[in-house]
């Protein structure tokens, strides 16, 4: 069965740290990846997505993740975070073909940044 | 525009209580539905998704179930709630040809008391 682990749960920074946080999956096929972000309050949002070519992709706000296919992994990635960046963010898998979409989300990670 | 609509946003219900929430996904067709529940530490667990009207899977066993009876209606259902029945209920959608990104209603905090 397809499933999705986030390594860290909880995570503090201070502003302009770098962050990573992980994701791995576990599918032998092919899978498209997400990245969501959960601001205080507010619904899930989709901040980036792979689905072929290129295996760093860039999202909204100075977000980046790395495919890394031999490592089944997704890591989530910006430079230097800021307060505003406080948030959960969750990895996805969409571990559909032909069309047919299963899309399985792991646990997340709560992010705090502290001015 | 696409629009996904979820109700109701809370809801507190007495044990061995039914339960009916509904999701309806405006501006598209054949969508893809899920259901989710979020729980602190947990995520999203996926609990029911839907490819077609009357096509239903179940992720995990437990006292819910979902029907499709139109393309863009997705209700998540119980005949008696139990205590372990509360959290926050996702509804999301994905287009079905394609793979894109999902997204989500502003989810009904259930309460089951």
């Known amino acids: 069965a397809q499933s999705v682990s986030q390594h860290n749960h909880h995570v503090i920074l201070s502003e302009a740290a770098s962050l990573e946080l992980g994701c791995n999956y576990s599918?032998?096929?092919?899978?498209?990846l997400f990245w969501y972000v959960q601001y205080p309050g507010q619904h899930l949002q989709l901040l980036l997505k792979?689905?072929?070519?290129?295996?760093l992709v860039k999202g909204i706000k100075g977000f980046e993740a790395e495919f890394i296919k031999s490592k089944f992994s997704f890591n989530l990635r910006k430079p230097s975070v800021q307060w505003s960046d406080t948030a959960e963010y969750f990895c996805?898998?969409?571990?559909?073909?032909?069309?047919?979409?299963?899309?399985?989300f792991g646990a997340g990670t709560r992010l705090a940044v502290h001015p | 525009s696409q629009t996904i609509h979820q109700w109701p946003a809370t809801l507190v219900q007495p044990v061995g209580s039914p339960l009916s929430l509904e999701c309806t996904v405006e501006?598209?067709?054949?969508?893809?539905l899920y259901w989710y529940r979020q729980a602190a530490g947990r995520g999203l667990q996926l609990l029911f998704y839907?490819?077609?009207?009357?096509?239903i899977s179940s992720e995990v066993p437990q006292n819910l179930s979902a029907s499709r009876p139109q393309d863009r209606q997705f209700i998540l259902s119980s005949k008696k709630l139990l205590l372990s029945d509360s959290g926050f209920y996702l509804c999301?959608?994905?287009?079905?040809?394609?793979?894109?990104?999902?997204?989500f209603g502003q989810g009904t905090r259930l309460t089951v008391v």
């Open positions: 501006g598209t067709s054949n969508p893809n």
């Open positions: 792979y689905f072929s070519g290129d295996p």
């Open positions: 999301a959608w994905n287009q079905g040809q394609i793979n894109t990104e999902a997204f």
């Open positions: 996805a898998v969409n571990a559909g073909s032909g069309g047919y979409n299963k899309l399985i």
């Open positions: 839907s490819v077609g009207i009357g096509q």
């Open positions: 599918y032998g096929g092919t899978v498209n």
